[in-house]
């Protein structure tokens, strides 16, 4: 069973900055995508970024593109958000979820792709 434990998450000023990371068990780490989601109180769960396999490719979604960036370990088994610009609309519980298929590519954005979840990291932006 994986088991992926979010951690950094915690309350920062507008403009702030935060670095998320993710650990995850077990010995094949290298050979999934990751991604991290987010849920705004009130709001359904959206796709944030995402990082192929290799890490040689990521993914953004518009809200945050330019402020965020993802980036992989595999050495250590852990994915990071590191998170810049912060506003008060990037208030929310921040997921980070391994892709069902090994060596997969594509539809990063989609839930169902995902097979393992985080419990979540609280993030708070005050203005």
């Known amino acids: 069973q994986v088991q992926l434990v979010e951690s950094g998450g915690g309350l920062v000023q507008a403009g702030g900055s935060l670095r998320l990371s993710c650990a995850a068990s077990?010995?094949?780490?290298?050979?999934?995508?990751m991604g991290w989601f987010r849920q705004a109180p009130g709001k359904e769960r959206e796709f944030v970024s995402a990082?192929?396999?290799?890490?040689?490719?990521?993914y953004y979604a518009d809200s945050v593109k330019g402020r965020f960036t993802i980036s992989r370990d595999n050495a250590k088994n852990t994915v990071y958000l590191q998170m810049s610009g912060l506003k008060p609309e990037d208030t929310a519980v921040y997921y980070c979820?391994?892709?069902?298929?090994?060596?997969?590519?594509?539809?990063?954005?989609?839930?169902?792709?995902?097979?393992?979840w985080g419990q979540g990291t609280q993030v708070t932006v005050s203005s």
């Open positions: 077990g010995r094949t780490f290298s050979s999934y995508a």
């Open positions: 990082i192929s396999w290799r890490g040689d490719s990521t």
């Open positions: 979820a391994r892709r069902r298929t090994p060596y997969a590519s594509g539809t990063y954005y989609h839930e169902p792709e995902y097979a393992y």
